[in-house]
């Protein structure tokens, strides 16, 4: 059986996915781009497989008289779209978004006409990021890691 898990930025939600995840799109059409705040949405449909909240639940806002979208109301982090066919979960919550190339567009009318030239963009690694302002030199991420944890955050010994 083929699992996955994944979870929002602050660990507040996990998930727990057994199947084989073959319906993985993106969408342009506005309501992905305000819902994610991003210039497409990433999503990952969970219909024909086994699924489950195994550490909170999203909280969620009814976005149109069909769709409602779950969002961890700790972090805020976009996690699902649900309508009356079945539910999708953001790629990037996932903890390896990698297993998961899209197949398909939506919502072309809308695609900001630059999303196709971004890997044209100059590229640095966020290691040479890290070193370019004196802030930044000793960040601490509080982000939960990408696998399940017993608990979140960790308790200090």
Request: contains cysteine; charged residues 20%; glycine residues 8%.
């Amino acid at each position: 059986m083929t699992i996955h898990t994944g979870g929002c930025q602050c660990g507040a939600i996990r998930f727990h996915v057994e199947g084989v995840l073959e319906d993985s799109s993106i969408c342009h059409c506005r309501m992905c781009q305000k819902a994610f705040g991003a210039y497409y949405a990433p999503l990952v449909s969970v219909r024909s497989v086994r699924f489950e909240w195994t550490r909170g639940e999203p909280k969620r806002f009814q976005s149109s008289d069909v769709v409602r979208r779950g969002f961890c109301a700790e972090c805020g982090t976009p996690l699902t779209y649900e309508a009356p066919d079945g539910m999708a979960i953001a790629a990037g919550a996932f903890d390896d978004p990698s297993a998961f190339p899209p197949s398909i567009q939506w919502g072309i009318e809308k695609k900001i006409g630059f999303v196709d030239s971004l890997h044209t963009l100059p590229a640095v690694a966020t290691e040479e990021d890290l070193t370019t302002v004196d802030y930044l030199v000793n960040l601490t991420s509080y982000q939960h890691p990408d696998h399940d944890t017993p608990e979140w955050p960790e308790k200090k010994s």
